[in-house]
C-alpha cells in the first residue's frame, strides 16, 4: 500500500492509504522519493481560498462562471515537485533504477503511462532533491524569462536568456519563484539583477545567491530609477518580474519600469489586486503586463521551446547554482508523514519555510 497526501476540508489534512493499480504493459512503477511543497498554490487548497473551490472554470471559454466548483473537497494528490526511483518497469522508455522527476502529487509510489504522464530523467551528476524543479517549478520560472525575451524579440527569440541579457532587472518577491527566476537571470547574462522583498530573511537568501537586494521599507523605485537612467525621463528597469501574489508587489512592480517597459507576471491573485493603480504609472509611462503561466508559452515559439527544452534548461541552472540553491533555498526537509502538520503549519503561518521538500526513504522499504 502508499500513502497520499489528502486535504478534507479547509484547515484539515492527512495521509490516506493508496492502493496502488497493477503494472499495465508500457508502464512503469515509481517510488517517491522527494516531494517539493509549493507554500503558493498548495496552500490555496489549505485554506480553502483556491478559485477552483469557489466557482465553475469553463476551459473551452477560458472563464470562472457561477456553479458548481470545479474541484471539490476531499482533495488528494495535489504538488507538482515529485522525484521517484522507477522500481519496476514493463517499457523500454525508461529503466529500473533510474531516478525521474515527474508531476503527480504528493504520494508515496505512482504507476506512470509513458503516453501520457511526463517524466524527465535525472542525470546522475545533480542532486536528486534538487529533481524536485526539473519538472515543472524550474519551467514556471523558465517559462517567465521566455516571455520576456518573446517581449523583445518575437518569435526571433533563440536564447533563454534572451529578454534579459545586458539588461537591468528587478525581480519582485523573494519565495521560490522570484529566487529561481533571479538566478536564471543572472545565469542568462542580465546586467544587474535586483530582488525586491519585505522580509530580511529572504533578501539575505536572495544575496547568497548572488543577487543584489533592495526593501521594500524605502522606496526602490525612487533608489532604482535615480540608479538606472536610459535617457532623459527614461528611468527604471527594463524588465520587472513579478513573483508575489500581492497587489501592493503587483503595483510596486509597474512603479520600477521605465517608460514602455514590461512586467512579466508569474504570481497568482487569490485576493483580487484593488491596490492596482492603472491610472497611475501603468497609464501614464505606458507599461505592458504579460502573464507567464507555465501553460502557455509565447505565441510563435510553442514549437521551439517546449516543457521539456524548459526542463533541460532548468538542468542546466541547477548544474551551476546547484550547491547554492541546496544550501540557502531549501530551507526544511521533513519525513513524508510528517506532511499533514507541516501544510497545516504552514497554512496557519505557525511556521515559515522557504522550501519544504518531504522526504520518503525507499531505501529503508526493502530496496
Not at 533504477?97 to 501520457?116: E, I, Q
Not at 523558465?142 to 534579459?164: E, F, I, K, S
Request: charged letters at 25%; one cysteine or more; hydrophobic letters at 40%.
Amino acid at each position: 500500500m502508499g500513502e497520499v497526501l489528502t486535504i478534507e476540508a479547509p484547515g484539515k489534512v492527512s495521509l490516506v492509504e493508496e492502493k496502488p493499480p497493477e503494472l499495465p504493459e508500457g508502464g512503469f512503477r515509481v517510488a517517491t522519493t522527494h516531494s517539493g511543497v509549493s507554500a503558493g498554490t498548495e496552500l490555496t487548497y489549505v485554506k480553502g481560498d483556491n478559485p477552483y473551490l469557489n466557482a465553475t472554470f469553463d476551459r473551452e471559454l477560458g472563464l470562472f462562471v457561477p456553479g458548481t466548483p470545479s474541484i471539490e473537497y476531499p482533495v488528494r494528490g495535489i504538488g507538482y515537485m515529485q522525484v521517484g526511483l522507477v522500481v519496476e518497469t514493463r517499457t523500454a522508455a525508461v529503466r529500473e533504477g533510474a531516478r525521474v522527476a515527474m508531476a503527480y502529487g504528493h504520494r508515496t509510489a505512482y504507476v506512470a503511462d509513458p503516453l501520457t504522464d511526463r517524466f524527465v530523467e535525472l542525470p546522475e551528476d545533480l542532486d536528486p532533491l534538487l529533481g524536485i524543479y526539473v519538472a515543472h517549478m524550474g519551467p514556471i520560472c523558465a517559462n517567465g524569462l521566455l516571455h520576456a525575451a518573446h517581449d523583445l524579440y518575437g518569435p526571433a527569440a533563440r536564447q533563454l536568456g534572451d529578454g534579459v541579457r545586458g539588461r537591468r532587472v528587478v525581480v519582485v518577491g523573494a519565495g521560490v519563484v522570484g529566487l529561481l527566476v533571479a538566478c536564471f537571470a543572472m545565469h542568462g547574462g542580465a546586467a544587474e539583477v535586483v530582488v525586491v522583498d519585505e522580509t530580511p530573511a529572504r533578501l539575505e537568501v536572495a544575496a547568497a545567491l548572488g543577487a543584489d537586494v533592495l526593501s521594500t521599507d524605502d522606496d526602490p523605485a525612487v533608489t532604482l530609477k535615480r540608479r538606472w537612467r536610459h535617457a532623459p525621463q527614461d528611468r527604471g528597469a527594463d524588465v520587472v518580474f513579478q513573483c508575489r501574489g500581492r497587489a501592493r508587489a503587483l503595483a510596486l512592480g509597474l512603479r520600477l519600469l521605465r517608460p514602455q517597459g514590461t512586467l512579466v507576471d508569474l504570481a497568482f491573485y487569490t485576493e483580487g489586486a484593488d491596490e492596482v493603480r492603472l491610472g497611475e504609472e501603468f497609464h501614464h509611462n505606458g507599461l505592458s503586463v504579460r502573464c507567464a503561466q507555465i501553460g502557455r508559452v509565447p505565441r510563435g515559439l510553442a514549437h521551439a521551446w517546449d516543457r521539456e527544452r524548459l526542463s533541460y534548461e532548468t538542468i542546466g541552472l541547477l548544474r551551476e547554482w546547484g550547491p547554492l540553491l541546496r544550501r540557502h533555498l531549501v530551507t526544511d526537509v521533513v519525513g513524508f508523514r510528517d506532511a499533514p502538520q507541516l501544510l497545516g503549519d504552514l497554512a496557519a503561518r505557525r511556521r515559515q519555510s522557504l522550501q519544504a521538500v518531504l522526504r520518503h526513504e525507499v531505501e529503508e522499504e526493502g530496496r
